[in-house]
């Protein structure tokens, strides 16, 4: 099955209005990375979380570890939102070893005016 | 910001060719990665290195072959290409800075591959 499960795996969002993007991890997740994909295919960082709550502009992402989820909160969507959203996580804390991310299917997002 | 480059953006090879994807990046990242991009998977990991002359196997190394011979470059190489290998190639380099278990990824632009 998904270690890393999206949803939705798609959305369409009216310009101006909010919405939640969500990963739940079968997998012990110990940081999450959020990442958009835009339309000409570039991979943008958004952010790194070890578990809490960060906030950039319009985005906010929070991972709570405990109950193996994460989500990415997009306010006042504008046009540019539009693209594929990934999360990844990675497991375990193995000392001096290298983990590795698990990336999920991502959530295709337009935003329309 | 990170730069990491890879070339070429495109590539169409033959059946049963050989494909060099190079990737450079100039931040001094310890750690790179090759990951693949499909519909329907999200992206998988290939191959990745530590370091100046280290290769290790990701998930799916079946049929790619990995070579980092100094910090900045890291180069993935199908000797055999095959249809199935048609993809689009991300590679990424770590900030390890908080620890090589907790590191920031950034990524190419991708190089998008056609075996035909």
Redesign the interface.
């Known amino acids: 099955g998904d270690k890393v499960k999206q949803s939705p795996s798609a959305l369409s969002l009216q310009e101006g209005t909010n919405s939640a993007l969500r990963c739940n991890f079968s997998i012990a997740a110990t940081t999450v990375q959020w990442f958009l994909q835009n339309p000409r295919g570039s991979l943008i960082n958004l952010f790194y979380l070890v578990p809490g709550t960060k906030e950039n502009g319009r985005l906010k992402s929070t991972f709570n570890s405990k109950e193996s989820y994460s989500t990415l909160h997009i306010r006042d969507a504008q046009l540019e939102d539009s693209g594929t959203y990934f999360c990844a996580a990675e497991a375990g804390m193995l000392s001096g070893s290298f983990n590795k991310l698990t990336f999920g299917a991502g959530t295709r997002l337009a935003v329309c005016p | 910001e990170a730069a990491v480059t890879q070339s070429p953006r495109n590539k169409v090879a033959v059946t049963g060719g050989k494909v060099t994807l190079s990737c450079n990046q100039t931040n001094n990242h310890n750690?790179m990665y090759w990951?693949r991009q499909d519909t329907?998977?999200?992206?998988?990991?290939i191959h990745?290195s530590?370091g100046a002359g280290s290769t290790?196997k990701?998930?799916i190394p079946d049929g790619y072959k990995a070579s980092r011979p100094s910090q900045e470059n890291f180069s993935l190489i199908l000797e055999l290409a095959t249809p199935s290998q048609t993809s689009?190639y991300?590679c990424a380099s770590g900030d390890a800075s908080q620890g090589?278990?907790?590191e920031?990824?950034?990524?190419g632009?991708?190089t998008k591959l056609s075996v035909l």
């Open positions: 750690n990951y329907g998977h999200g992206l998988r990991l990745y530590y290790e990701g998930d689009v991300f090589i278990s907790n920031r990824l950034f990524f632009h991708g």
